[in-house]
């Protein structure tokens, strides 16, 4: 039987540039119906918004790395990144929840220096609706 530990990191790996699937752990405990179901969203989104915070811790401290060899993105990539983000703004952490493109938003908002606050209000939003409406369409069909 998975615990709410287990949703947690679950959810925060999901959410760090590591690629896991916290949605299939949910469903699952979803389905063993072992505990609430308030308590699975808390617990799975609070989890995902602390992963999320750890990508922009990164990308907060690595700016000033940027313009190493070393460095996992071009200088011009990082312009590209910082140019889009200054066009859209924070708006685009709204888009946090989506795979592939999610976590390197929020690396991007710390790039930018986007303040804490706003990072983990909206993030928290973005991933709680996932999570909101993966519930619904679950428990709608079992």
């Known amino acids: 039987m998975m615990t709410l530990t287990a949703m947690f990191f679950a959810a925060f790996i999901a959410a ?33 918004v602390f992963g ?12 000033g790395y ?9 200088p011009g990539q990082v ?5 889009g983000y200054a066009q859209h703004g924070w708006w685009t952490l709204l888009g946090s929840w989506l795979p592939v493109i999610g976590d390197p938003l929020v690396l991007v908002s710390g790039l930018m220096r986007e303040p804490l606050w ?13 999570y909101l409406a ?3 369409i679950t428990l709608r069909f079992v």
């Open 118 to 130: 706003r990072v983990v209000l909206v993030v928290t939003l973005a991933k709680g609706r996932r």
């Open 134 to 136: 993966l519930t619904c």
């Open 79 to 83: 312009a590209r990144a910082r140019l």
């Open 66 to 74: 940027a313009v190493h060899r070393w460095f996992p993105a071009s």
């Open 16 to 48: 760090t540039l590591i690629a896991a699937q916290s949605e299939a752990v949910l469903v699952g405990m979803l389905l063993a119906d072992s505990n609430p179901v308030w308590l699975l969203l808390l617990v799975a989104t609070t989890g995902n």
């Open 52 to 63: 999320s915070l750890v990508n922009w811790v990164i990308g907060r401290f690595l700016q």
